[in-house]
């Protein structure tokens, strides 16, 4: 157990719909970032949040968005979904955010758009 | 952009047979990280490389860091089918990881 809780853990909705998912780090760690993981691939970096500010992005769709809040935990927002973003997406954390520090990762939740 | 960059993507062993992953960056790396995710898992931090040329052990497992600071690897003695997974390796760059594509490992006991 990595002490990083994604919920919920599975997901099944419809294109063009909207969904949510929810991160909490691991006590301590300020750093979230989210990960796009499609079949057989590799991880996709998509966006960084530390103590509550974006750090950095990476090919995070327009349709896509991100927040830290005061509690630290992180919530990512997918709109307009299409078949493409199917796909496991985790979350992780880490005590700073400089990027150099080992990244706990937590179960991720597997999105499935029909 | 930056790219890390894996090879061979995928790789079966018979058991007991070594394995070798090698990570290779565009650009000069602040430091390398390696990660290991079983099927059905997710990613789990393995080591941190930092220094120029550095070699670590972990049981059956070597890293190294290139001189160069542009490439590692990771070398796995006498496999067992608790190595099955996919090994990433990431590099350091502007507040994030960047990972490279994995090497899928399959262990033929």
């Known amino acids: 157990d990595s002490g990083v809780t994604q919920t919920p853990k599975h997901l099944i909705t419809a294109t063009g719909q909207r969904v949510t998912l929810r991160c909490s780090p691991r006590?301590?760690?300020?750093?979230v970032y989210w990960y796009q993981q499609s079949l057989d691939q590799g991880l996709q970096f998509l966006i960084h949040?530390?103590?509550?500010?974006?750090?950095a992005k990476g090919n995070i769709l327009e349709r896509f968005s991100a927040q830290q809040f005061p509690d630290l935990h992180s919530e990512l927002n997918l709109s307009s979904l299409e078949l493409g973003d199917s796909a496991l997406y985790f979350c992780?954390?880490?005590?700073?955010?400089?990027?150099?520090?080992?990244?706990?990762f937590g179960p991720g939740t597997r999105l499935t758009v029909t | 952009g930056q790219q890390v960059m894996q090879i061979p993507q995928y790789q079966h062993v018979q058991e007991g047979e070594d394995f070798t992953t090698y990570c290779n960056s565009s650009?000069?790396?602040?430091?390398i990280q390696w990660y290991k995710q079983r099927p059905g898992g997710h990613p789990v931090f393995l080591i941190q490389l930092v220094k120029s040329g550095e070699v670590k052990k972990q049981k059956r497992l070597t890293f190294q860091f290139g001189e160069a600071k542009k490439n590692s690897s990771l070398h796995i003695t006498a496999t067992q089918t608790t190595d099955v997974g996919t090994y990433f390796c990431a590099g350091t760059g502007a507040n994030n990881l960047f990972f490279g594509t994995g090497t899928r490992l399959t262990v033929i006991p």
């Open positions: 650009t000069t790396l602040s430091n």
């Open positions: 949040y530390y103590n509550g500010e974006e750090r």
């Open positions: 006590s301590g760690d300020l750093s």
């Open positions: 992780a954390s880490s005590f700073r955010g400089s990027g150099d520090y080992e990244q706990y």
